[in-house]
């Protein structure tokens, strides 16, 4: 019923190895974060999803390592290799990401500002085209949507405006505040 020590000692050290892996795939994401401005909640679902992730990879190596058994202090080690990791090796990483991603910055600044201009007067006259071609056709549409007429009507009396409301105030045909009503007989 007990099991080797030897394969006890092999399974902590492959999750002792494991936090530390894990703590290393952890800098990818702090290298993200330094480059590019993140919201509280991008931090929270990158954060959930590498757990989620964390988790799966962990509880995979369980089944693996453990022939089919979890045990507690899977997590134990592989929270112990992880902070191993932050604490010393981590840190140095940290350290050298932050002094290269400031260097990267840098170098993408001075870049971009000799690139803008040039970007500018090439796409320029694109945009302009774009940006009158996008306004007809938006034009097109509104014309199209606010300025319906009524359809010719079978009756005795047609009226020529939307606002029904002002016609029948109006009194007998003619202009009365911008409407237009008109009388028109069927021959018979």
């Given at each position: 019923?007990?099991?080797?020590?030897?394969?006890?000692?092999?399974?902590?050290?492959s999750?002792?190895?494991?936090?530390?892996v894990?703590?290393?795939?952890?800098?990818?994401?702090?290298?993200?974060?330094?480059?590019?401005?993140?919201?509280?909640?991008?931090?929270?679902?990158?954060?959930?999803?590498?757990?989620?992730?964390?988790?799966?990879?962990?509880?995979?190596?369980?089944?693996?390592?453990?022939?089919?058994?979890?045990r507690?202090?899977?997590?134990v080690?592989?929270?112990?290799?992880?902070?191993l990791y932050?604490?010393t090796?981590?840190?140095?990483?940290?350290?050298?990401?932050?002094?290269?991603?400031?260097?990267?910055?840098?170098?993408?600044?001075?870049?971009?500002?000799?690139?803008?201009?040039?970007?500018?007067v090439l796409?320029?006259?694109?945009?302009?085209?774009?940006?009158?071609?996008?306004?007809?056709?938006?034009?097109?549409?509104?014309?199209?949507?606010?300025?319906?007429?009524?359809?010719?009507?079978?009756?005795?009396?047609?009226?020529?405006?939307?606002?029904?409301?002002?016609?029948?105030?109006?009194?007998?045909?003619?202009?009365?505040?911008?409407?237009i009503?008109?009388?028109?007989?069927?021959?018979?």
């Amino acid at each position: 019923m007990f099991e080797n020590i030897n394969s006890t000692f092999v399974q902590c050290l492959s999750f002792l190895a494991m936090g530390a892996v894990l703590g290393l795939c952890y800098e990818l994401l702090r290298v993200l974060r330094m480059l590019f401005r993140h919201p509280t909640v991008m931090v929270f679902i990158e954060d959930t999803l590498f757990f989620a992730g964390c988790g799966l990879v962990s509880f995979i190596l369980a089944l693996w390592v453990g022939i089919g058994y979890f045990r507690i202090y899977y997590i134990v080690f592989e929270a112990i290799g992880a902070s191993l990791y932050f604490l010393t090796l981590g840190r140095l990483i940290n350290y050298c990401l932050r002094k290269a991603v400031n260097v990267a910055k840098k170098i993408f600044r001075s870049l971009y500002r000799k690139i803008k201009p040039k970007a500018a007067v090439l796409f320029m006259p694109i945009g302009k085209k774009v940006k009158g071609l996008f306004s007809n056709i938006a034009e097109f549409f509104s014309g199209l949507i606010f300025n319906q007429k009524k359809h010719l009507q079978s009756t005795d009396e047609m009226l020529y405006n939307n606002n029904i409301d002002s016609i029948e105030n109006s009194g007998e045909g003619g202009v009365v505040g911008g409407v237009i009503k008109a009388k028109i007989r069927k021959k018979t």
